[in-house]
């Protein structure tokens, strides 16, 4: 457990790396392309930065309100799954975060908020009611390491840096489209080649290293469950379960990435553009741990 608790940590600090990288290629390449040095990048970070200090503030809000999560619960509405979370929080060293229902009979849950002291964990009814003791324990563990491991913060980070190349991309093809013929040819031909191909193809691979963290991520919290519970074979009986019911009522593409599993599991055209590992791949690794 510890093993992978490290392999995962070291990897998506290493895809990190790679995204700042792709950014200042990027803003290096359009730059010399377009004449203007780095004031392009600068801007697009600008732009990226405010629109995440939104999200960053009010994103578990707008995460719960969008799924249709109701609460905060009390001891006394839940008592069941407020001692619970309680336990686990006790034994992770972590606040109690908020707790929130979603009525939905499908089986999923996810984890929001900033830090340990801001966070909340929503759980659908379904889930709720269909697994034992020990596999809700699991799902809860693995919603914690998500608040513990400080998940929610990197893929801001992640946010940031997807926004960042998508404005940069798409400011240079307008530059492209309504800059005069003798502006660009004043510049090295070379780079404007290099920036349009990049501009075109960058978006897609931030997204993929965006999909690649989410995925490592997931990974982590699985094997961070396993360490808090001393039970691997709860959450991975919890996951086999939850792979038949993962599609929620309520739900869009700006917060699936959330969830324990992606409840857009049965509409995505291909896993490599799903924001979670395979469930089989999970359990897998899972029940090696045990």
Not at 53 to 76: E, H, T
Not at 107 to 120: E, L, Q, V, Y
Request: charged content about 15%; proline content about 4%.
């Amino acid at each position: 457990m510890y093993k992978q608790i490290t392999a995962n940590k070291r990897k998506s600090a290493l895809l990190v790396v790679i995204f700042i990288s792709l950014i200042i290629f990027l803003g290096y390449v359009i730059g010399q392309a377009t004449g203007y040095g780095y004031g392009g990048l600068i801007l697009a970070m600008v732009i990226s930065l405010l629109m995440t200090l939104v999200s960053y503030y009010s994103g578990d809000k707008i995460a719960l309100a969008a799924s249709g999560a109701q609460g905060p619960i009390s001891k006394n509405d839940n008592p069941y799954v407020y001692r619970m979370v309680e336990n686990l929080c006790i034994t992770a060293g972590l606040p109690m975060p908020k707790i929130y229902i979603i009525p939905d009979p499908a089986m999923n849950a996810f984890a929001t908020g900033r830090d340990p002291k801001h966070a909340s964990i929503a759980l659908t009814q379904g889930i709720i009611d269909n697994l034992e003791n020990e596999e809700l324990e699991g799902v809860i563990a693995h919603e914690l390491s998500h608040i513990k491991n400080y998940d929610i913060r990197l893929m801001t980070l992640v946010i940031v840096l997807v926004g960042s190349v998508t404005l940069l991309a798409d400011w240079f093809l307008r530059w492209s489209f309504f800059s005069r013929s003798d502006d660009r040819n004043s510049n090295n031909s070379i780079f404007i080649i290099v920036g349009l191909i990049l501009a075109i193809l960058s978006p897609l691979f931030a997204q993929l290293i965006q999909l690649a963290i989410s995925r490592k991520r997931e990974f982590l919290a699985d094997a961070s469950a396993a360490l808090l519970t001393r039970y691997p074979e709860g959450l991975a009986r919890a996951l086999e379960k939850i792979a038949n019911r993962p599609n929620l009522a309520r739900v869009n593409k700006a917060t699936a990435h959330l969830f324990i599993a992606s409840p857009l599991s049965g509409k995505s055209l291909s896993r490599l553009f799903s924001t979670h590992p395979p469930i089989e791949e999970r359990i897998k690794v899972l029940r090696q741990m045990a």
